[in-house]
């Protein structure tokens, strides 16, 4: 009882420091001890002799066990580690299978998908349907704990016995049960919980504690490295932010800036830029047009003209580029990527000589994000069939985004009696030819409500 007494000792203590520091936590649930009868049946049932640790854990502790956690979404575990966010082991006797069986079901069309199943004994699955087995081909009592990976068809060796698969995952904080999380600790003999990496991982699961934007709101660096982190800006973090000696603050993210490799922390450094310094940063923005810096992306110079500069100014800057860059053969996605942020109505008229099939490549969220009046509606509807369809995409799209409560959107500009725009919508269902378009026009009739 000893092993036993010492990793559930290991495991609760696991739980409490990661419900201590605001994570997910499921308790410890062990079901009943099994019977040396019902390992006999079992085993008869099977086929196989029961690995002797297994056996002693079902006897000794339970049948089944299950306990799960994930961190919280403020804890910052560091990015090479990033693939693991939670924890998890689980056994239940009754699943116990003879996996020859499961390779014999998966045999199609000719092809032996499975075939690495055959010899082994299925003791529990991952969350992804990845399964966990004993290899009983191999000799001895004690059998290796291997993965088995259900979309390659492919085994890795994870531990040499059941015993020596609780210990090992225990000793590294009892990562999640999809391989891509304990990946970084593999080698050819199965889990090493020594290795530099091993260390690492440990040396920061025993020290971490959750962040909190109280904790780092005086300090720039972790402050960014916070909010790069969770993905999020809002009022609160701004204004923080704005609490720094803005000089410093602006000369530190344009340090980051062109430090950062990846487009995403690179776009997120802008937003903060754009929404702590507004026209503040409307010289710097012009120089970025003026010397075309190649370092920083174009997308990202668009979005910082939407914020930093005068609309008037910036948006002719945004429309000249895109038309110098496509030879007028404009992408939807081109298009809304560096007109998106700017939500305003020139870009309506801008687009109007540009929109082409499909509309739904982001023609119509651009004409959404673009915050159309009801002129546009009805001008829009009396042009080409590609400018139609923008707006009965565009106005379907309205009403689900403003089910799911999107911020970004405003009251149309405009917009006629009910009875007016129901005569409006019949009208242009009535001109329709594709089934497609009807329907979406028909889901506007049933939700009119949701415009008003």
Same mark, same amino acid.
């Given at each position: ?15 409490? +420091? ?5 994570? #997910? ?41 299950? /306990?799960?956690? =994930? ?13 693991? /966010? ?6 239940? /006797? ?25 010899? +082994? ?95 780092? #709101? ?13 993905? +999020? ?25 062109? $430090? ?10 802008? +937003? ?21 810096? &190649? ?10 003209? =939407? ?54 490549? /982001?023609?119509? $969220? ?15 509807? =009396?042009?080409? &069939? #590609? ?17 799911? #409560? ?47």
């Amino acid at each position: 009882m000893k092993d036993i007494n010492s990793l559930l000792s290991k495991w609760e203590q696991l739980l409490q +420091k990661i419900k201590d520091n605001n994570g #997910k936590v499921y308790p410890i649930e062990i079901g009943k001890k099994a019977t040396m009868q019902e390992i006999a049946a079992k085993e008869k049932e099977l086929g196989y002799q029961l690995p002797p640790s297994y056996k002693y854990f079902v006897t000794s502790l339970g049948k089944s066990l299950f /306990f799960y956690y =994930s961190f919280s979404d403020d804890t910052m575990i560091p990015n090479e580690f990033r693939e693991i /966010f939670s924890g998890q082991i689980y056994w239940d /006797f009754n699943f116990l299978q003879d996996l020859s069986i499961v390779a014999d079901d998966l045999i199609e069309d000719g092809q032996d998908y499975g075939r690495s199943l055959r010899g +082994k004994l299925e003791f529990t699955q991952s969350d992804n349907g990845d399964i966990y087995a004993f290899d009983m081909s191999v000799e001895g009592e004690e059998k290796p704990v291997v993965y088995w990976e259900h979309e390659e068809d492919t085994v890795t060796y994870v531990a040499d016995s059941f015993i020596d698969y609780l210990v090992k995952i225990t000793d590294l904080g009892c990562i999640g049960s999809e391989k891509w999380q304990f990946d970084y600790f593999l080698s050819d003999s199965g889990l090493n919980t020594t290795s530099p990496t091993a260390n690492k991982w440990k040396h920061w699961l025993e020290s971490f504690s959750e962040t909190t934007l109280e904790a780092v #709101k005086h300090n720039m660096e972790e402050l960014l490295a916070f909010v790069l982190y969770r993905d +999020k800006l809002d009022e609160e973090t701004i204004a923080i932010f704005k609490s720094f000696k803005q000089n410093e603050l602006f000369q530190y993210l344009l340090e980051e800036l062109h $430090k950062k490799e990846a487009m995403k922390d690179k776009r997120f450094i802008c +937003k903060i830029i754009g929404r702590v310094f507004g026209l503040n940063a409307e010289q710097w923005v012009r120089r970025l047009w003026e010397e075309k810096q &190649e370092d920083l992306d174009a997308g990202l110079r668009s979005y910082l003209t =939407s914020m930093c500069m005068d609309k008037e100014e910036g948006l002719p800057l945004v429309f000249y580029y895109l038309e110098q860059q496509s030879n007028e053969k404009i992408t939807g996605y081109d298009a809304f990527s560096h007109l998106g942020e700017f939500h305003s109505r020139d870009v309506i008229s801008w687009m109007e000589n540009y929109v082409t099939f499909p509309v739904t490549n /982001f023609w119509d $969220k651009l004409f959404v994000w673009s915050n159309f009046s009801w002129e546009d509606v009805e001008s829009w509807t =009396s042009l080409e &069939e #590609k400018h139609e369809v923008t707006v009965i995409h565009a106005l379907d799209m309205y009403i689900r985004e403003k089910e799911a #409560k999107h911020k970004y959107l405003q009251v149309i500009e405009g917009l006629p009696a009910k009875s007016e725009f129901l005569d409006f919508l019949v009208k242009l269902r009535d001109k329709q030819v594709l089934k497609k378009r009807i329907q979406l026009i028909e889901h506007l009739i049933e939700n009119i409500d949701l415009f008003y």
